[in-house]
């Protein structure tokens, strides 16, 4: 009844692009960007930058914290659940900080998909060359003949696993990846 039939639907194209992501190796960004900082949490279900770019996680059933982006260093952390909850509005999409009832986007597994492209034409992306397994390459998209993961490169991610997301800070001079199991923030 059921026949196996595995035809392949994937463009030549599309082929291509998969060998050349499968062929890349996780490194440290290009230049100006270095790796700032590692956040440990855990059960992190989205992350924001408040208006002074300071690191906000928000975890599934331990509410959420408030990290210096450049040290990492806890700034706050607010176990109260149902407060943390009760303050993720827009459909998921913002966080209102309850201390300085200031209103934030925020991105990740419940939320939204973080900003992916700078002013100076830094792009972020998550790519699965080796699905389920997720990858984020960074690459400067505003040059020349431009081609899709031509110079992007792939980021040596420590700690995190499963699902990620990625986004940069509105300045643009940080991003910083995230995943269940807290955060990495890059800077130039």
């Not at 050349?20 to 996780?26: D, F, L, N, R, T």
């Not at 290009?30 to 956040?39: A, N, S």
């Not at 059960?43 to 990290?67: F, R």
């Not at 260093?73 to 209102?96: A, P, S, V, W, Y």
Request: negative net charge; charged residues 20%; contains cysteine.
């Amino acid at each position: 009844m059921f026949k196996n039939n595995k035809q392949e639907i994937r463009t030549n194209y599309e082929l291509a692009l998969l060998e050349k992501a499968q062929k890349m190796i996780p490194q440290v960004p290009p230049l100006p960007w270095r790796q700032q900082t590692v956040l440990s949490a855990s059960g992190v279900i989205a992350a924001g930058w408040d208006s002074k770019e300071n690191i906000i996680l928000i975890s599934s059933n331990s509410g959420y914290s408030i990290n210096h982006s450049m040290t990492g260093e806890r700034i706050l952390r607010d176990r109260d659940t149902d407060r943390t909850e009760n303050n993720i509005i827009d459909r998921g999409l913002k966080f209102i900080i309850p201390e300085s009832a200031e209103e934030i986007e925020i991105f990740g597994i419940e939320a939204g998909d973080g900003v992916h492209l700078t002013d100076e034409g830094w792009s972020l992306g998550v790519i699965y060359p080796w699905w389920p397994r997720a990858s984020v390459i960074i690459d400067h998209v505003f040059v020349q003949g431009y081609e899709y993961l031509l110079n992007a490169t792939m980021l040596d991610i420590p700690r995190l696993d499963g699902w990620i997301k990625c986004g940069f800070a509105p300045s643009g001079n940080q991003f910083m990846v995230i995943g269940s199991g807290g955060a990495v923030v890059y800077a130039k």
